[in-house]
């Protein structure tokens, strides 16, 4: 006879009776396995725990645990351990009896979610603590205190079970979670829960804030090996968003945070637009934490309220930073900040930096930098900022000995979510000997730029691309030259393979020099140079470049740049990332290419929260006589 079983989603947990078959709710929250008891543990030493775990055990009791897994299946034996907290925490005690007891209960319950989770709704757990069924425990058990108390856990899967059929009942009807369900797949739970959660999104993305499902339930033939769905969802008015209230701000402005958001009064309801200003929130960097919610129910005017709960972080803060190469030497830098300066999340930051430590023992050939960056978000409107910089320089690398001074200004707006455009001002005072002699500039330009962001991931993209052109019409007062400078970089990437485990990376970058009475009249620091860690790696830095008859080098008028990387990833932290990089630098405003050269290599990669570490090993293919041989690069992110 076939025989159905009912396992609603939404609900309590029950049994069947007189077949010792256990079954835990599937709770509309997402699966109980979904987290460990701890994030890791790395030579006896644990990493991010929480205030609890780290409080001495109240009456501690040691057991030991046997978890049998009877299908074989090495794979679901995994997640098994992965969900059970006695097999995580199974190196330290529970506090008393009772707890040993509890903790049993509970891993029964996020055992059969973690089966429910592998499709197996057929699946039986049973747990004994020193020989005893968990039923059958009294109320307050009492458990010998010379030894360990043993703890048995034996599971039997129950064999897999697919889709059948998928009802979709009220307002869920004509919508489209085919992404997770589709009859014959596995039915997995937590394919069922990000289901419901579809259309319910898919009903929110129509400017319905009041969507919510009203059944999700699954109904289980134990003949057939199978699961029929329903879900059902009410979607509720669509509403325009109302007022934007802001709790939680102590030194920030309020009505500061409700403009930036620009989550606008009028403007149709969208959970894009709210992910949207919840991550334009985040990145003003004064919030440790950043929550949207709009309310249960519409304002009389038939607006949904909004309320954006935030706490503030800390707005100070100090760092500092290092990077090696064996072609310029270490490399420090420190900073100190402030993110809310006059409480609209104004920042300024002053940082300084020492370079090619090592290169060379004379602290007077080293180079030095500091500066001072104030940015003011919202200066002229939600989509602009104001910055301004000041900064000083002494740089003695190999073409050329400078002290430069710099003052900036300028304004960045927003044009959409992947592209902005800034334009400004800057003064630069320059003091330079080189090739041509000891000069003096004083320089003015007005830096424009556009730039085209596309990329997943800032720090390590695996799809999209960063396109950029600017452009720096300059006078240099001392010489009366006027020369403008014009550079437009790209730089794409391809993700091959389900998990993106090997990165196609190329990047493209062009610049031309215009102008000016002659090389000598543009100040050294804005000619083109290529050659080190950023641009073609194997050469030191600056090394690529036009050079005179006594091999002094000039700085060139234009440059093209290329770079080709393969980021294969081995392990889910460690990757590896044999690239070729090609430049030439030419005297003239059109590149000639007679001087084209080339650097190869392989370089390592450590995935961190923070960025991957990079360490990169390249040889120039066609090397300067007495240059450079090899290059060691190391830093923190991708190279580009």
Known sequence: MRKRMRLPIVGAAYRKVGTAFAVAALVACGPLSASNAYAFKIFGMRFFENEEEKNPVVDPVNYSLTLTEKSGDDDLKDVLENSSRLFQDKEEPVSGNLGLAIKARDDRDRLLAALYEQARYGGVVTVKVNGQDIDTLPPDPVFPNDAPVPVEITVTPGPVFTLGEVVLKGDAVGKRPDEYLKPGNRADSTLIIKAGEKVVEDLKEEGRPLARLTDRSVVADHATNTVDVIIAAEGGPVAPVGAVSVTGTKTVDPEFVAEYSRLNGGDLYSPEEIRKASERLRQLGVFSSITIKEATVLAPDGTIPMTIEVSEGKHRYVGAGAQYSTTDGFGIQGYWGHRNLFGRAESLRLEGSVSRIGETTDVGSLDYSAGLIFA?????????????????????????????????????????????????????????????????????????????????????????????????????????????????????????????RVVLAGRLGVGVLAGGDGLASIPANRRFYLGGGGTVRGYSYQEISPRNGDDEILGGRSYVNATVEARIGITEKIGLVPFIDVGTVSAKTAPDFSDLRAGAGLGLRYNTPFGPIRLDVALPLNAYPDGTKYGIYAGIGQSF
């Open 376 to 500: 003011k978000p919202g200066a002229f409107g939600p989509t602009t900022t104001f910055n301004a910089s000041l900064k000083a320089q002494l740089l003695d690398p190999d073409a050329y000995k400078a002290t430069i001074f710099t003052g900036a200004a300028g304004v960045t707006a927003e044009l959409s979510e992947t592209d902005t455009i800034s334009a400004g001002g800057e003064l630069q005072w320059a003091d330079v000997e080189d090739a041509f002699g000891t000069n003096e500039y004083l320089t003015a330009s007005i830096p424009i730029e556009y730039i085209r962001d596309t990329r997943d991931n800032k720090l390590n993209p695996t799809e999209g691309y960063r396109a950029s052109i600017n452009a720096k019409p300059s006078y240099e007062i001392n010489g009366q030259a006027f020369f403008s400078s014009f550079e437009g970089s790209a730089s794409a990437y391809l993700g091959l393979g389900e998990e993106n």
